[in-house]
Every structure is written in structure tokens, then in C-alpha cells.
């Protein structure tokens, strides 16, 4: 059945190491986006990509990568760069003509010490 | 700046009644609107949208009414029902279809009591 899957759930770096989340989708959306939650607050965009190959920056993008080779896989990499990489990461896609109804994620609680 | 606004953090009630939850947004450019619903530790999922030509959209127990002279919008569960317990968010986004970026509010969480 048609998703959007992020792995791993829960995910434990040290200090000054990147890391990679994964994001894949098989609902055939052309569009893909990274947010990130923290507590008592609302979703922040990090990143979006309308198509392979193209992506723009988010509210909050700074200390993030992200690459679009594939339709189906958005992958964000959090670097050392990122002051407070420790949150809820969520991704989420859509179609392009409906960009307001997104689809998200079961999402990565990402912990960095 | 907070462009879109949740008020209230939380808003218990009791099963059977009605449940309302807030929004205010800032911004004159938003012309879409949505709420989504999110359980801890999952993904938000889509509930209900509404475009700024409408004032009203309504899907079983959930209604969505829009006032845009307020810049205020407002979800209706009727009745609400124990499931119903999750934090609610309010998005929007600026005109064109090919607006990607939603604006969320911070969230309000509704507990229904049975």
C-alpha cells in the first residue's frame, strides 16, 4: 500500500557527526518536504523539492543538505554545522497541483549528545 | 513573527460536545488553509481544508469555517469523540498553485473526556 516511510524511527549521534535521515514515498508525488518539531512548538519547513533534481531552502535550512536524485527518496542530512540538530524530523510529499494537502511521514526522533 | 496562531494549548471536553479550535493568521497573502491532526510520536494526517472564496467546508463530525476580514479560522468537531484526543494544527499557505511553503501554528492539544 502507498506511503511515505522514514527510517529509523529513533536515531542517537554524537556531537559534530553528520547524519542522514531517510525519507521514501511510492504515492507518485512530484513534491517532497523536511520539517522539524520541537517541543511545544509547531512544524518548521527545513527544506522542499518540487522536482528530481531541484530543491529550495526552508525557513530554517541552515546546518541542513538535501539531495533529490529519485522521485521516490528525499534524504536529509543534518550536519555538524546545525546548533540544536536534537528534534522530530518529518517528511512529507505531495502533489504538485495540490501542494497545500501534504502527506507525512511516521517521522525520525533524532538525539544528538 | 508568528504568522499563523494556535492561542490555546490545550482545550479539554467532555464526549458528545462540541469541540472548537482556533486559528488567527497574520498574513493577507494565505489563501488556503488546512488542519491537521497528529497522535504523539507519528506524522500529522490531513483533515480538512479550506480555500479563502469559501466561508464554510464541512466532512462528517468536521467543519471548517474561515473568516477573512477577522483573518481568523475555526475546526468544529461535533460530537467529539475520545479518538478525537490529539494535538490539532493549523497551516496555510500564500495563492498559486505552485505555493509549496505551509505555515503551521504551534498546535493545540484536545483531550475529550469520556
Known amino acids: 500500500d502507498g506511503g511515505i516511510t522514514q527510517s529509523p524511527k529513533y536515531l542517537f549521534r554524537k556531537e559534530g557527526q553528520n547524519v542522514t535521515l531517510s525519507c521514501e514515498q511510492n504515492l507518485n508525488h512530484d513534491a517532497m518536504y523536511w520539517y522539524r518539531q520541537d517541543p511545544g512548538q509547531g512544524l518548521r519547513l527545513i527544506y522542499y523539492s518540487q522536482i528530481v533534481n531541484d530543491f529550495q531552502k526552508g525557513d530554517i535550512a541552515e546546518g541542513y543538505s538535501v539531495s533529490r536524485e529519485k522521485k521516490e527518496s528525499f534524504p536529509l542530512t543534518v550536519t555538524s554545522a546545525q546548533k540544536n540538530p536534537t528534534a522530530f524530523y518529518l517528511c512529507a510529499s505531495s502533489l504538485s497541483d495540490r501542494a497545500g494537502e501534504q502527506y507525512f511521514g511516521p517521522g525520525t526522533r533524532l538525539t544528538v549528545t | 513573527d508568528q504568522q499563523v496562531k494556535q492561542n490555546s494549548p490545550s482545550l479539554s471536553v467532555q464526549e458528545g460536545r462540541i469541540s472548537i479550535l482556533n486559528c488567527d493568521y497574520t498574513n493577507s497573502m494565505f489563501d488556503y488553509f488546512l488542519w491537521y491532526k497528529k497522535y504523539p510520536a507519528e506524522g500529522p494526517t490531513f483533515l480538512i481544508s479550506?480555500?479563502?472564496?469559501?466561508d464554510k467546508n464541512e466532512d462528517g463530525r468536521f467543519t471548517v469555517f474561515l473568516n477573512k476580514s477577522a483573518k481568523h479560522l475555526s475546526l468544529h468537531i461535533v460530537p467529539s469523540q475520545p479518538g478525537d484526543s490529539a494535538v490539532y494544527f493549523c497551516a496555510a499557505r500564500p495563492g498559486g498553485s505552485g505555493s509549496y511553503q505551509l505555515t503551521f501554528g504551534k498546535g493545540t492539544k484536545l483531550s475529550v473526556i469520556p
Open positions: 479550506i480555500s479563502s472564496i469559501k
